[in-house]
């Protein structure tokens, strides 16, 4: 079996960009275009990139029981997700150890869609649903675009009424050049950005007409690696490779606590009952690492899986990295020994050329308030 049994319905477009579309969770994604990168990261930093996100699983959760479901597999409290909104959520296994992340979306009083990665989400839903009043249906029909940017908005707002009332962790059942659609405004960019979700039989359409008008915009097409420049600066982890199943402990098998990721604010306060809960509990304040920042001196990014060295002692390493042209700063994510993972902590980066020198920085670098991905109006 090839590594790819899911196909997005873009795929000729993005080899005609350049793209040799490798694997992402069972789908061929554009990891590569025939240009630079960073004139990719620049625009959704500055005016807006355009991203076929598709590998992006999607569930429907429908029936009597799909808020219970949700309300087992996932950390958050269903109850405060009404008809609408959204929310980021995880899932854990029984070991309280972090299996995946998603969006939870309520799209009615008994209906929801889910939209995962490349971990066991779906795993963990079936588990949730057994013996349960509740449909549970894979849709890889649905094509998700990611418009992010800050003018993003500026284009919806010509063809989408009421876009720009649209809150952070909203979504809306709207029509988009005459074509039905899902928006959500939520995206993996840290900048103020929408997920447009459409059948596979539009999505073409959808995708040539974004492109063709917001070109005089300076809305461009974006690979999908282009998300790693963003998410660094942004604080967006990417299962698993922030994560212990690639860079793994002596002597344990793979999972990673939320309080060490730095996820724990997923779980709503109070709530127990959800899948692991009890271990997640328990594992507070047992932290064998920290993800945390990385400020690197000069323009050199440090190599992924670099080692984090601190008094000639390896502290961490470093799982994800970009140099930044735009506030010129080399900086990265990384997997830090708790009592490293302190602001200004000074710390060698050993990349294959040589090493570097490097501070211990709070994540997020880049608007730490979210002011940009919440701004209204």
């Not at 649209?166 to 929408?194: A, C, D």
């Not at 692991?276 to 990014?301: M, N, S, T």
């Amino acid at each position: 079996m090839t590594a790819s049994w899911r196909f997005s319905t873009l795929a000729d477009r993005h080899r005609a960009l350049g793209s040799k579309l490798e694997d992402w969770s069972g789908m061929g994604t554009a990891w590569t275009y025939d240009k630079d990168a960073d004139e990719e990261y620049i625009a959704i930093r500055t005016k807006a990139g355009l991203m076929d996100v598709s590998g992006l699983k999607k569930v429907h959760i429908t029936g009597p029981h799909a808020s219970h479901l949700i309300d087992l597999a996932t950390t958050r409290d269903v109850e405060k997700i009404y008809p609408g909104k959204s929310a980021y959520a995880c899932m854990l296994n029984e070991a309280g150890k972090f299996t995946d992340d998603c969006i939870l979306y309520r799209t009615g009083p008994n209906a929801w869609m889910v939209v995962h990665g490349s971990g066991t989400g779906h795993e963990e839903l079936q588990r949730a649903s057994v013996g349960r009043d509740v449909s549970l249906r894979f849709d890889d029909n649905l094509h998700d675009l990611s418009l992010q940017g800050p003018t993003a908005v500026d284009y919806l707002a010509k063809h989408v009424p009421g876009i720009r009332d649209l809150n952070y962790f909203h979504h809306m059942q709207t029509q988009l050049f005459g074509l039905p659609v899902m928006i959500s405004r939520t995206g993996y960019t840290g900048e103020r950005g929408y997920e447009i979700f459409c059948r596979g039989q539009d999505v073409g359409t959808i995708w040539d007409r974004i492109l063709d008008e917001g070109k005089s915009a300076g809305i461009i097409p974006c690979r999908f690696t282009t998300l790693d420049m963003l998410r660094v600066e942004s604080y967006l982890l990417f299962y698993p490779y922030d994560n212990s199943q690639k860079y793994p402990f002596d002597n344990e098998g793979p999972g990673d606590t939320l309080w060490e990721l730095g996820l724990d604010f997923t779980v709503s306060p109070g709530k127990t009952g959800f899948r692991g809960a009890e271990e997640h509990y328990r594992l507070k304040g047992k932290e064998r690492f920290k993800i945390y920042g990385v400020l690197l001196d000069g323009q050199e990014p440090a190599d992924e899986g670099a080692p984090v060295y601190r008094d000639g002692r390896q502290v961490g390493v470093v799982t994800c990295a970009m140099y930044s042209p735009l506030v010129e700063k080399s900086m990265g994510i990384a997997r830090l020994d708790v009592d490293c993972a302190v602001e200004d902590t000074k710390l060698e980066i050993r990349n294959k050329s040589g090493a570097i020198k490097a501070t211990a920085q709070p994540l997020p670098f880049d608007d730490p308030k979210k002011t940009k991905r919440t701004a209204k109006g």
